[in-house]
């Protein structure tokens, strides 16, 4: 069973910068795909970022690009969300989630998620 824990949200300034981090375990991930969302008040659950655990290629949301950046450490088996510049409508919860295969920003096509953490941004 693959567990997913997400750590490092918090309150921070516009323009700042928070780490998230998304330990797994349960598994050997070499096949999965690990991806970020988020959710904010009232919206649905959108994509942000993904990773192939396996060669490390990266996908980003264009709200994404430029500002944040997923990576992932094999040794720790964790993936990480580095947000930077962060924007008052960048508030909500983060989730990571895991698959098998390739990255896609659809929801219902992973299996694993986390619990989520809150990065709030204000203005």
């Known amino acids: 069973q693959v567990q997913l824990v997400e750590s490092g949200g918090g309150l921070v300034q516009a323009g700042g910068s928070l780490s998230l981090s998304c330990a797994a375990s349960?598994?050997?991930?070499?096949?999965?795909?690990v991806t970020w969302f988020r959710q904010a008040p009232g919206k649905e659950r959108e994509f942000v970022a993904g990773i192939r655990w396996s060669g490390g290629t990266t996908y980003y949301a264009d709200s994404a690009k430029g500002r944040f950046t997923i990576s992932r450490d094999n040794a720790k088996n964790t993936v990480y969300l580095h947000l930077n510049s962060l924007k008052p409508e960048d508030t909500a919860v983060y989730y990571c989630a895991a698959r098998q295969g390739i990255v896609v920003d659809t929801t219902t096509r992973y299996s694993y998620w986390g619990q989520g953490t809150q990065v709030t941004v204000s203005s």
């Open positions: 349960g598994r050997t991930f070499s096949s999965y795909v």
